[in-house]
């Protein structure tokens, strides 16, 4: 199955997104963002095998929990972190490289 192209329903899943972020705000969650829920919501839909209709994805935003969305954040959160401290990590080590290099 060739993969689903989820950007061309963003503009018409707008309402949903923006009182999905509405209710997180109303939760005591105020950092809550259009985007991130997007990328919360088609995360999960990209791991379906059928093809996913429409109404799917605006249930699938609906019903998203502040639990869910928080532990995609803390996730990706974890990533990028290790990521950048494995980066800083490498160039430590060619800096540190380089200076033995032009020691000796």
């Not at 609906?62 to 969305?69: A, K, N, W």
């Amino acid at each position: 199955m060739c993969e689903q192209q989820f950007e061309v329903w963003k503009s018409d899943a707008e309402p949903a997104l923006r009182s999905k972020v509405e209710e997180f705000q109303l939760m005591g969650y105020n950092h809550a963002d259009k985007d991130e829920v997007w990328k919360c919501v088609i995360e999960k839909l990209k791991k379906k095998k059928d093809y996913v209709r429409f109404h799917v994805l605006i249930n699938s935003i609906l019903t998203l929990r502040l639990s869910e969305y928080m532990n995609r954040l803390t996730i990706s959160a974890y990533k990028e972190s290790r990521t950048s401290n494995l980066n800083n990590l490498m160039n430590e080590i060619e800096n540190h490289n380089s200076n033995k290099r032009h020691l000796t």
